[in-house]
Every structure is written in structure tokens, then in C-alpha cells.
């Protein structure tokens, strides 16, 4: 059984720091892609950041956190990770985990990343708020 688990959230100044957590289980996290969304009151879900599984080894960003977020994963803890630095008010959302188990052609992939409907499994989120 897919699960995936996010934590990590709080209340944080600007130009804080955190980092959120992602873990997984039901399946091996090197061989699926994996994202991070965020979700703020009144918006639609955006992409913050995506990972390839590890054999492609490709990560994008979202232009807003570009330099300032990471995303990574421990394959021994089965936990993905998106580092947030200098984070700003319109940072704040629900922060949400995603995977999809079939692979995208690469090609597709810059298109499509971001997207919600590509995914085929969410956690329950956490949530992130920036405020001083």
C-alpha cells in the first residue's frame, strides 16, 4: 500500500529556515519520480519542486524558490526532504508530497512536472506559515 507522510511545518519568520519531511512507504523510493506542492488559501496547488527517480537524476524548481529550497531523499530512512531557506510570506501554504509510479518520457517531463494530475498519490500535507 502507497503512503506517503509529510512533517516538518510551522510557524517560522521571514528569512527562516525549515526543513519538511516525506516519509514514504509501499514502494522504493529510487524508483519513482517524487514532488513537493504547496497549497495557500484561495490558490490552486502549485509545483514547488520535483526529483527524478535516482536513475535519471533530475530535479526542477519552481521559479519563486529557485536558490532557495532543496529537495532531497534518504533512501535508508525512505524519506524525502525539501530544505526551505530565507523563506518569505508567500511561502506560507499546506505543503504536500506526491508520486506517481509509471514513468514519463523525459522529453514531457520540464511540461508536466508540475502539474497535480500527474501524480497519482498525495500525502495529507503539513503546513507551512511565514509571518513576523
Known amino acids: 500500500q502507497v503512503q506517503l507522510a509529510e512533517s516538518g511545518g510551522d510557524l517560522v519568520h521571514p528569512g527562516g529556515s525549515l526543513r519538511l519531511s516525506c516519509v514514504v512507504s509501499?514502494?522504493?523510493?529510487?524508483?519513482?519520480?517524487i514532488a513537493w506542492f504547496r497549497q495557500a488559501p484561495g490558490k490552486e496547488r502549485e509545483g514547488v519542486s520535483y526529483?527524478?527517480?535516482?536513475?535519471?537524476?533530475?530535479?526542477y524548481y519552481a521559479d519563486s524558490v529557485k536558490g532557495r529550497f532543496t529537495i532531497s531523499r534518504d533512501n535508508r530512512k525512505n524519506t524525502v526532504y525539501l530544505e526551505m531557506n530565507n523563506l518569505k510570506p508567500e511561502d506560507a501554504a499546506v505543503y504536500y508530497c506526491?508520486?506517481?509510479?509509471?514513468?514519463?518520457?523525459?522529453?514531457?517531463?520540464?511540461?508536466?512536472?508540475?502539474?497535480?494530475?500527474?501524480?497519482?498519490?498525495w500525502g495529507q500535507g503539513t503546513q507551512v506559515t511565514v509571518s513576523s
Open positions: 509501499g514502494f522504493t523510493l529510487d524508483n519513482v519520480m
Open positions: 526529483m527524478s527517480r535516482k536513475s535519471d537524476g533530475r530535479t
Open positions: 506526491a508520486t506517481r509510479m509509471n514513468r514519463l518520457p523525459t522529453g514531457l517531463l520540464p511540461s508536466l512536472w508540475a502539474r497535480p494530475t500527474t501524480y497519482d498519490y
